[in-house]
C-alpha cells in the first residue's frame, strides 16, 4: 500500500478526497478564486483514488485541443513530482493514463468528440474542468448518461466570474443551502482542512417503482476555497512547510484597494461581474444602486413598457419620492413574461394581481414609436391603447411622448444621474429585479454610444432576439419623460434645473 505525506497536500484534497469515498455525494462542486489549488488538489484526489480502487474516471473540457496543455499536465506534473511512473502509464497520443496496480484508467476528452460522450457511463467518476465554459445542455446530458454504477460521481470545477451565469441561476440558486463545517472534523487540527466555504442541497423524497416512498439524502456537495488556503501562497501551518509567495499577496492585497470587484472574484472565489470595457452604463453599481426598495402603497406607481415579445415582454414600475432637494427613484419591481405569457394582456394581468389593491395613481411611460396604430389590431388600436384598457380600473395617465430621445444622449444623462445624482436625482433599483439589474451591467455600447443590441439565437424554438437592452430602453424611456426639464437641460450643456420645474409642479413630497 502507497502511502502519501500530508505535507503533499492542500485543504481541498482532504474535502474532495472525503466527498469521493461517500457515496451519497452525486454531484460535488469546486469552485474559488485565482491560485486556490482547487483544480491540483482534485488531480491529486483522483490519482490516489485510482491507486486504491478498481474504477475509471473521464475528464472532460468543453474543447479537446485545451485538454493537453491544462488539467492533463497537472496530471503529468503530480505522477513525477510523486516518483509514481512505475505504477502509471501516461500515453500522450490518446490522452490517456493507466495504473499497473489497479487496472483502472483516466480518460481526456472534450465534448466535441461524441463518440466518448456516448460511452461515459462506463465511469464511475466524471471531472468537468472549467464548467463554466460549458453550456447547461452539456451539464444536463452528462448527468443524465452517467447510470448503472454504483456511487458514480460528477466533480465540477470552475471559477465564479459571472453572477448571471446558469451554474449560479439554475443550480446553485435552485437548491435549498445547508451550511456544513468548513473543516474536517477527524480529530486533527483544523487548520489543515480549512476552507472558505462548504454547504449541501437538501434531502429528497423520491416514488419508487412499486410505490413506496424513499428519502435520498443530499446528494450535491459544494466547496468554495480561496488562496488564503493554497500552503503553497501563504505558506503550511504547524510545521511551516509550503511555501509564501509574497508577491502574488502583495497582488491580490493591491486588487483589493483599486477594484474590490476584481478581488472578491478572483481573491475570495466569490460570484460577480467583472467589466470588460464598453459597458453602456459604465457609471452603474451594484454596490451603490441596488438594495430592498419596498412598494409604498402610499405614492403613485410608473410604469415603464418595452413592445419587444422575445426573450420576454419587458414592464418595469417605479416610484418617486422627494426628500428636501433630492428626488429619488426607486425601481420596485419588474415583470419580464416569456413564452407563452409574452403579450400584453398577460403582463398587464401579473400587475393587476401583484397590485390588486393600489389606489393612489398610475402613470404609464414607453416606446414613442409603439404608438403608431398596428394593422394587426383594430383600427385606431396599438400597443398603448391595449395597456390602458387592460388597465382602466387604475385610471392611468398615460406620459409617452411623440418620439424616443437619443439613444446616446439618454445613456450620457442616466450615467451622470448614476455617477453624481446629477440634477439632485437618485435611482435605486430593488435586488429581486434580476433582468434589470442584469440589463444594466451587461449591456454593451455600439461605436455610436448607442446600445449594441447583440443577437442571440435559441435554437430550441428556432428565434433570433436581443440578448439586453430591454429593460434598460423602459428605464431611458420614464427617467427622459418624467424629468424632461432636466433632461432638456442637460441636452443644452448640464445646467442644473431649478428644483419647481419637476414634472407635475411638485417642490417637495410625493410624485
Known amino acids: 500500500m502507497i502511502t502519501f505525506n500530508r505535507k503533499l497536500f492542500n485543504p481541498n484534497y482532504w474535502h474532495f478526497y472525503e466527498a469521493a469515498k461517500n457515496p451519497n455525494w452525486r454531484t460535488i462542486f469546486g469552485y474559488g478564486g485565482s491560485s486556490s489549488a482547487k483544480s491540483y488538489s482534485l488531480v491529486q484526489c483522483i490519482l490516489t483514488l485510482t491507486l486504491e480502487e478498481a474504477c475509471d474516471t473521464i475528464v472532460l473540457r468543453k474543447v479537446q485541443t485545451t485538454i493537453s496543455r491544462s488539467i492533463f499536465k497537472d496530471f503529468e506534473t503530480v505522477i513525477k513530482a510523486w516518483k509514481l511512473e512505475k505504477y502509471f502509464r501516461v500515453i500522450k497520443s490518446r490522452l490517456r493514463i493507466e495504473c499497473a496496480i489497479t487496472n483502472s484508467a483516466i480518460d481526456f476528452t ?11 457511463s462506463q465511469y464511475k467518476r466524471v471531472v468537468l474542468e472549467e464548467l463554466n465554459e460549458f453550456d447547461k445542455r452539456d451539464y444536463d446530458q452528462i448527468r443524465k448518461r452517467l447510470r448503472g454504477i454504483k456511487g458514480q460521481q460528477i ?3 470552475f471559477n465564479p466570474i459571472d453572477e448571471n ?23 486533527r487540527d483544523k487548520v489543515y482542512t480549512q476552507i472558505a466555504e462548504k454547504w449541501c442541497n437538501s434531502s429528497q423524497e423520491i416514488k419508487m417503482p412499486d410505490g413506496t416512498i424513499r428519502l435520498i439524502e443530499p446528494n450535491m456537495l459544494v466547496i468554495r476555497s480561496t488562496y ?34 476584481f478581488y472578491k472574484i478572483y481573491a475570495l472565489g466569490m460570484w460577480g461581474k467583472i467589466s470588460v470595457g464598453g459597458e453602456a452604463y459604465k457609471k452603474f453599481s451594484t454596490q451603490r444602486h441596488v438594495g430592498k426598495q419596498i412598494y409604498n402603497e402610499a405614492l403613485p406607481l ?29 425601481q420596485v419591481d419588474e415583470i419580464c413574461l416569456e ?30 414609436t409603439s404608438q403608431k396604430e398596428d394593422t394587426k389590431l383594430e383600427k385606431g388600436q396599438n400597443f398603448f391603447t391595449l395597456i390602458m384598457n387592460y388597465l382602466a380600473g387604475y385610471h392611468p395617465n398615460k406620459r409617452v411622448p411623440r418620439s424616443n430621445p437619443s439613444v446616446a444622449m439618454r445613456i450620457n ?29 451587461y449591456c454593451k455600447e455600439d461605436e455610436n454610444g448607442g ?61
Open 302 to 330: 410608473h410604469l415603464s413598457f418595452d413592445e419587444n415579445v422575445n426573450p420576454y415582454l419587458t414592464l418595469t414600475i417605479y416610484q418617486i419620492e422627494n426628500v428636501g432637494e433630492m428626488k429619488h427613484i426607486y
Open 228 to 261: 488564503q488556503q493554497n500552503f503553497w501562497v501563504v505558506g503550511g501551518p504547524g510545521d511551516k512547510y509550503g511555501f509564501i509567495d509574497e508577491q502574488v499577496i502583495a497582488d491580490f492585497e493591491k486588487d483589493k484597494k483599486s477594484d474590490y470587484n
Open 451 to 511: 446600445k449594441l443590441k447583440s443577437l442571440v439565437k435559441d435554437k430550441i424554438r428556432n428565434i433570433t432576439y436581443q440578448e439586453y437592452g430591454h429593460t434598460s430602453d423602459t428605464l431611458d424611456y420614464f427617467i427622459c419623460s418624467v424629468f424632461e426639464k432636466e433632461y432638456y437641460d442637460y441636452q443644452r450643456g448640464g445646467r442644473k434645473p431649478k428644483i419647481s420645474h419637476i414634472m407635475g409642479g411638485a417642490k417637495k413630497g410625493r410624485f
Open 165 to 187: 451565469h446558469w451554474i449560479k441561476k439554475q443550480v446553485f440558486d435552485f437548491e435549498d443551502k445547508h451550511y456544513l463545517p468548513s473543516h474536517l472534523e477527524d480529530g
Open 155 to 157: 466533480f465540477c470545477l
Open 413 to 441: 444623462f442616466i450615467n451622470e444621474i448614476f455617477d453624481s445624482n446629477y440634477s439632485n436625482i437618485c435611482i435605486s433599483i430593488h435586488e429581486n429585479c434580476e433582468k434589470s439589474i442584469n440589463d444594466l451591467n
Open 110 to 120: 472534450g465534448l466535441d468528440d461524441p463518440e466518448k460522450i456516448k460511452g461515459i
Open 339 to 368: 413564452s407563452p405569457r409574452n403579450r400584453v394582456k398577460d403582463v398587464c394581468k401579473e400587475f393587476s394581481e401583484r397590485y390588486k389593491h393600489h389606489i393612489t395613481g398610475l402613470f404609464v411611460y414607453g416606446d414613442a
